[in-house]
């Protein structure tokens, strides 16, 4: 992805989580990577390592999605990084606490588009 493609994917990024979680968004790092070094499975992930909030983006996946697949991305990612922020590592991946991470990015976005 080209840089003002990528600036602008950080740029949402920062403004979703500084309406649900303000200091995980000054900290956001995002990486772009041609391949995830984590596992083949995984396109995206989010990591929160040495309280340092990563996104890591393949960004050949990335390319070849539509928009809406890759807002849905950031937000999952976003998700994730908001719900270690507040209750840790050892939750399930995709359990209640990303679910309710989740709903409260999207209903802040949305309302921001409304
Ligand atoms: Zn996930």
Do not use: N
Request: charged share 40%.
């Amino acid at each position: 992805m080209r840089r003002r493609g990528r600036e602008r994917v950080e740029r949402h990024a920062r403004e979703a989580l500084s309406l649900v979680e303000p200091s995980v968004s000054k900290r956001l790092q995002v990486i772009w990577c041609r391949r995830l070094p984590h596992d083949d499975a995984y396109h995206t992930h989010a990591v929160a390592d040495d309280h340092v909030p990563w996104i890591f983006i393949d960004e050949h996946v990335f390319d070849a999605s539509t928009p809406d697949e890759r807002e849905d991305t950031v937000r999952h990612e976003l998700a994730h990084l908001v719900a270690y922020h507040r209750h840790g590592r050892h939750i399930q991946d995709h359990g209640d606490e990303y679910r309710r991470a989740r709903r409260e990015i999207d209903r802040a976005l949305d309302e921001e588009d409304a």
